[in-house]
């Protein structure tokens, strides 16, 4: 298995920034690919950005292209997300999962382990 521990969540005025950490344990071998999702009440999980371990290839929604950066340490198996410029809209609880090699980028059905969840609220 997988284990995914979030943090770096918290309250923020619009236009401002976070910086959330996934870092993984365990069976890390196993991951290919990290996702970042969010939810917030009454929606539906939703795709954000993904990063490959070993090429370092991204992928992001349209919603945050440009304000958000996804990177990641190999070395501390860990996953970052850079959020800039931050919209009230922007508010959700944010999940970080891993995927497998073979299987899709952006729904949540392809990822097999997630994390808790680390929540993220823009004020206006």
């Known amino acids: 298995q997988v284990q995914l521990v979030e943090s770096g969540g918290g309250l923020v005025q619009a236009g401002g920034s976070l910086r959330l950490t996934c870092a993984a344990s365990?069976?890390?071998?196993?991951?290919?690919?990290m996702g970042w999702f969010r939810q917030a009440p009454g929606k539906e999980r939703g795709f954000v950005a993904c990063i490959t371990w070993s090429s370092g290839s991204t992928y992001y929604a349209d919603s945050v292209k440009g304000r958000f950066t996804i990177s990641r340490d190999n070395a501390k198996n860990t996953v970052y997300l850079q959020m800039n410029n931050l919209k009230p809209e922007d508010t959700a609880l944010y999940y970080c999962?891993?995927?497998?090699?073979?299987?899709?980028?952006?729904?949540?059905?392809?990822?097999?382990?997630w994390g808790q969840g680390t929540q993220v609220t823009v004020s206006s």
């Open positions: 365990g069976r890390t071998f196993s991951s290919y690919r």
């Open positions: 999962a891993s995927g497998v090699a073979g299987a899709g980028v952006v729904g949540a059905s392809s990822y097999n382990y």
